[in-house]
Nanobody, 128 residues
Framework: QVQLVESGGGLVQAGGSLRLSCAAS????????MGWFRQAPGKEREFVAA????????YYADSVKGRFTISRENAKNTVYLQMNSLKPEDTAVYYC?????????????????????WGQGTQVTVAS
């Protein structure tokens, strides 16, 4: 069973940067499409970014496009989310997720229901 652990969250001023990491246990991480989602207080969990298991395809929510970058190092069983030019509206708990069911090498998804393994989340707070 794959387990995911996020880290790297914290408090940052608007305009600043953070890099989130998601470390996965399990031998088959390298074949899982991965995603980042976030949930602000009182709001539904929303898609942020996704990456194929090959790492050759990425997909972003419009709200973060051009500011956030998702990447992965399969040899380290880790996926990253580099967040630049942070805004107060980026404040949320950020979750990484894995789709463990079979997927093509370039497959990505923005749908929560496609992901079946979730981390515990890491808090990101952006002060204005």
């Amino acid at each position: 069973q794959v387990q995911l652990v996020e880290s790297g969250g914290g408090l940052v001023q608007a305009g600043g940067s953070l890099r989130l990491s998601c470390a996965a246990s399990g031998r088959t991480f390298s074949i899982y499409p991965m995603g980042w989602f976030r949930q602000a207080p009182g709001k539904e969990r929303e898609f942020v970014a996704a990456i194929s298991w090959r790492g050759d395809t990425t997909y972003y929510a419009d709200s973060v496009k051009g500011r956030f970058t998702i990447s992965r190092e399969n040899a380290k069983n880790t996926v990253y989310l580099q967040m630049n030019s942070l805004k107060p509206e980026d404040t949320a708990v950020y979750y990484c997720a894995a789709k463990t069911k079979a997927a093509g090498g370039s497959y990505t998804s923005s749908r929560l229901s496609d992901y079946d393994i979730w981390g515990q989340g890491t808090q990101v707070t952006v002060a204005s």
